[in-house]
C-alpha cells in the first residue's frame, strides 16, 4: 500500500497563484476518483476537488472559479493549479482518491500553501 507524495506548496501573497501536484504509483491509479483536500490548523480536513476520468471535475464552493483539478493518467500525477488565492487557503493539502482509501492508499504527508502579505 502506498501514500501519495504532494508537492509545490509555499508562501505566495493574497491574488497570487501555486500549482500543486500530486504523484502517485500503482498500476490501477487512473482507475480511481481522486481530490484535493486541505486541512487548516484546529480544523477538520475538507474537501477541495475531485476529478473523475470522463465527467466534469467538482469543487467545494469556496474555491468554485478559483482553483482547476486535472490529471495525467500517463504520468500518475495529479495536479491542483490555484489562482487569485486569499490567506482563508492556507492549509495543508492533500490528495487521496475520492472516497480516500480507495486501493488502499494512505494519506501522505501533504504540502503547505500559506497565503499571506
Known amino acids: 500500500q502506498v501514500q501519495f507524495v504532494e508537492s509545490g506548496g509555499g508562501l505566495v501573497q493574497p491574488g497570487g497563484s501555486l500549482r500543486l501536484s500530486c504523484a502517485g504509483s500503482?498500476?490501477?491509479?487512473?482507475?480511481?476518483?481522486m481530490a484535493w483536500y486541505r486541512q487548516a490548523p484546529g480544523k477538520e480536513r475538507e474537501f477541495v476537488a475531485r476529478?473523475?476520468?470522463?465527467?466534469?471535475?467538482s469543487y467545494a464552493d469556496s474555491v468554485k472559479g478559483r482553483f482547476t483539478i486535472s490529471r495525467d493518467n500517463a504520468k500518475n500525477t495529479v495536479i491542483l493549479q490555484m489562482n487569485s488565492l486569499k490567506p482563508e487557503d492556507t492549509a495543508v493539502y492533500y490528495c487521496?482518491?475520492?472516497?480516500?482509501?480507495?486501493?488502499?492508499?494512505?494519506w501522505g504527508q501533504g504540502t503547505q500553501v500559506t497565503v499571506s502579505s
Open positions: 487521496n482518491t475520492n472516497p480516500s482509501g480507495l486501493g488502499g492508499y494512505y
Open positions: 500503482g498500476s490501477r491509479f487512473s482507475i480511481y476518483p
Open positions: 476529478i473523475i476520468n470522463g465527467a466534469i471535475p
